[in-house]
Nanobody, 123 residues
Framework: VQLQASGGGLVEAGGSLRLSCAAS????????TGWFRQAPGKEREFVAA????????YYAESVKGRFTISRDNAKNTVYLQMNSLKPEDTAVYYC?????????????????WGQGTQVTVSS
């Protein structure tokens, strides 16, 4: 599975962006898919995850109510809609795919990772 993240950019505080994670590989639709982010000088942190059917969804507390994760398995794509962006959301955002059946927010179970897309929120 190869993942390609896109949609990052520069936005003012309060603005919105939609990230996309396009995948190759027929088995992607059966995987958990997550978004993680890493700001300069900080550790990678969990943002959101969605299971293969879209029924199970989890968010970090810091983004709950502002971000929405979704997937379109017909297009092999997972999205992260980010609204009400804050300067502290500035980071490189990575999508990742986890072939295991269980939810993981540490990143350890995620085998496939995209290259990352930069999100910068100005104050």
């Amino acid at each position: 599975v190869q993942l390609q993240a896109s949609g990052g950019g520069l936005v003012e505080a309060g603005g919105s962006l939609r990230l996309s994670c396009a995948a190759s590989g027929r088995t992607f639709s059966s995987y958990w898919t997550g978004w993680f982010r890493q700001a300069p000088g900080k550790e990678r942190e969990f943002v959101a995850a969605i299971n293969w059917s879209g029924v199970r969804i989890y968010y970090a507390e810091s983004v709950k109510g502002r971000f929405t994760i979704s997937r379109d398995n017909a297009k092999n794509t997972v999205y992260l809609q980010m609204n009400s962006l804050k300067p502290e959301d500035t980071a490189v955002y990575y999508c990742a795919a986890d072939p295991s059946a269980s939810y993981d927010r540490t990143g350890q179970d995620y085998v496939y990772w995209g290259q990352g897309t930069q999100v910068t929120v100005s104050s």
